[in-house]
């Protein structure tokens, strides 16, 4: 399969990239990792949006969901068995562009299937676009009608989500109609239309205008091939989002490099506080540093007055 470059000259200060090799420095707080996934501490520290409880304690993902549905005898031709399959196929496939994502779809859901923040480059922390997902398995013919159901869910938007950063994605295994395009084009709204099949390949992607003004205007659309059809004997093809001509990071690349920017974040504080909780930390930086954190120096570490302001709120506790 054809490969994009690497990307290189990510934007100095926004970009997680750039924080490639861990710092040397004192570490008094606790950080050990059992895997890669957002925790909630790592939310709150770049104020990214927790989503909503999970509909069902029985599944949080496609494998969880096999599993489940082999167990109580789901049919594959149910509709809780196609949608759900969909619904975290696409969650699943869609990590390949940097987007996090959640299911909350269940009775309650106003419509939107799975919630989530779209880590592009440039935009990895706090900038994070927060989207709003409904995914439509459906074998008929899909019109504008969706469009204007898609509109509906930003009035009807988890806390988190009600923002002027935040666009909506409609994900079908079918191609968009000329009703549809035009339906896009004419929205208010920054929305994306998705061709995703049924095994998570991208076959198509298309946005409004009102959806670069969120900033990505450097998005793209690649079309690339792969191993030839051994029936047909015709190359495969799909196509690849992309940054800027460049491919985009996969999410778990994303997570890794939050997880370490964080990790420098609790570093930067360093020996002369105590041993505490991050949680407890964070609550004495943000009551001390209300406007927002002040920034480490040139050796990693913030300043000792500002260390001292936060020993100081540390010791009322």
Known sequence: MRRLRPRHGLAAGLSICQYSESINLPRPF???????????FTRRLFKLPSAPPT??????????????AERISLPETS????????EYTVLQSLRRYSLSLQRIGGRDDA?????????????????????????????????????????????QAPVGWRTDQTAGVLVSPREATKGVRDALARSSYPLFWMMVERDGTLRQALWNARAEELGLGPLGVETRYGTR???????????????DGCDIPHMDQIERDLLRFEDQWVASWGAKLPVVEKDVLLDAVEKSFPDGHPESGPDGIVSESCQTKVLHELQKH
């Open 111 to 155: 419509g939107i299937d799975l919630v989530g923040t779209w880590h592009l480059p440039e935009r990895e922390r706090e900038r994070a676009v927060r989207v709003l997902v409904q995914c439509k398995a459906l074998k008929s013919k899909l019109g504008p009608n969706l469009v204007r159901e898609l509109e509906g869910t930003f009035r």
């Open 55 to 68: 509909p069902t304690q029985n599944h949080n993902n496609l494998t969880t969901f096999l599993s489940y």
């Open 79 to 86: 509709t809780v068995y196609v949608g759900t399959h969909y």
């Open 229 to 243: 059809d051994s029936e047909s004997g015709t190359l495969t093809k799909e196509v690849a989002l992309t940054w």
């Open 30 to 40: 606790s950080s050990s990792r059992i895997n890669n996934e957002i925790t909630p």
